[in-house]
């Protein structure tokens, strides 16, 4: 099969709408989570396990789905996970039990997480690193945007039609997705690698982690991710028993934090070409930290506004904005032969850790904002130092 020169922009726009589906779906039941725990009459944990399992599975789902795209092609693997989405928002939408909820979501956020990591091996497939990094901006931008926006659709949704009318919403999408890809979408992948076994899988993987510069880039966006999802399990709780304000408040001041992550993305778009990608990286991871600095501050402070919490959060999303594309499109470089496996190995490790922060998080939520902000900020400092460990300073000013 000849190499494609370039993806058209309504490919990568819909390319954009894939990755965004699984997280989308993810975090669209955000609003309901403090109606669902009092209509199944369980605790604020559990009603989270409807968030953090669906971020376990994305994660395995990022595991399996990077070989498998290896060997027999992207657009086939991509089709089989959005059905598997589709089937799953339907059973989302039948459940009459918090566990056979719980059990939907999983499935759902299974199938949704192909796009997660075949939008970005498909970009490497046709680009090289420096123009994959822009690209991936765009399609990280669509991919957080479209799921931050997701909660103030899931809210509305919540208030005329009930929670569960939101599954309606993503089996819709899904659908959608599904045809336009089978129309659309090219096969990119030129040279198959054979999948010799789940030995085979999990010794490239291996041999990924050797590589001091990947695990650099990969744990980066490991937790750089955990700053986000530890906030979007954590604040629709802050909002109700915290800030005193109805679930469906959430998802308008939630707007804030995607308005921060596009001005993030600009940035990166905009000197992607005139400053480096590691450069870029640690610019990112500044702005981050600051931000939630200033969270903390303002909380000291005793300013007991949506505001003083979202806003501070908006400026530490837009440094993530600039650090999240560029540490993803960085790790994938490091073995473009293994694009997909790259890809996906790194979509494990960003959700899984993620799965684990955001249960944390609630587990030790006390009635302020504090633990969620310290978590935060260690997240932040965390994926710094292990950005320096992996990628020298001297390599990040060449």
């Excluded at 369980?42 to 989270?48: E, I, K, L, Y």
């Excluded at 709780?237 to 304000?245: F, G, T, W």
């Excluded at 308008?252 to 921060?260: A, E, Q, S, T």
């Excluded at 400053?275 to 702005?287: E, K, Q, T």
Aim: hydrophobic residues 55%.
């Amino acid at each position: 099969m000849p190499k494609i020169d370039s993806l058209s922009k309504q490919l990568i726009v819909l390319l954009a709408a894939t990755s965004a589906l699984g997280p989308a779906g993810m975090q669209i039941l955000l609003p309901a989570l403090p109606v669902i725990q009092a209509d199944f009459s369980v605790s604020n944990d559990v009603a989270q396990l409807t968030l953090s399992l669906s971020m376990l599975s994305i994660a395995i789902g990022t595991l399996v789905y990077g070989p498998m795209s290896d060997k027999y092609g992207r657009k086939p693997i991509m089709l089989l996970g959005i059905f598997i989405a589709i089937i799953g928002s339907i059973f989302c939408y039948l459940a009459d039990s918090i566990g056979w909820l719980i059990a939907g979501r999983i499935v759902q956020a299974f199938g949704g997480a192909v796009g997660l990591v075949l939008a970005r091996a498909i970009v490497r497939d046709v680009y090289d690193a420096e123009e994959s990094a822009r690209v991936i901006a765009t399609l990280v931008m669509v991919m957080v945007i479209a799921p931050m926006m997701s909660p103030a659709l899931g809210g509305e949704m919540m208030k005329y039609f009930g929670w569960e009318s939101v599954f309606l919403v993503v089996a819709s999408a899904s659908l959608i997705i599904f045809v336009f890809l089978i129309l659309r979408q090219p096969e990119t992948l030129v040279t198959p690698v054979p999948f010799k076994g789940v030995g085979s899988m999990l010794r490239t993987f291996a041999s990924l982690l050797e590589s001091r510069a990947f695990c650099g880039y990969a744990f980066c966006v490991t937790f750089v991710s955990v700053v986000f999802f530890s906030f979007i399990s954590a604040a629709p709780e802050i909002m109700v028993s915290v800030l005193n304000r109805p679930p469906t408040e959430y998802g308008y001041y939630f707007v804030l934090v995607p308005i921060g992550f596009m001005i993030g993305n600009y940035i990166t778009r905009h000197f992607g070409r005139s400053i480096s990608i590691d450069s870029m990286i640690v610019m990112g991871s500044a702005i981050a930290i600051g931000g939630i600095m200033l969270a903390i501050v303002l909380t000291i402070l005793g300013i007991n506004h949506p505001l003083a919490l979202f806003v501070p959060v908006s400026i530490a999303v837009c440094g993530n904005g600039i650090t999240l594309p560029n540490a993803q499109a960085s790790a994938i470089n490091e073995f473009p032969q293994y694009a997909g496996s790259a890809s996906g190995l790194t979509g494990f490790l960003q959700m899984t850790v993620s799965a684990v922060a955001a249960q944390f998080v609630a587990l030790i939520f006390n009635g302020t904002a504090y633990p969620l902000l310290i978590t935060m900020l260690l997240a932040s400092v965390i994926s710094l130092l292990l950005f320096r460990w992996g990628v020298p300073a001297r390599t990040a000013t060449s």
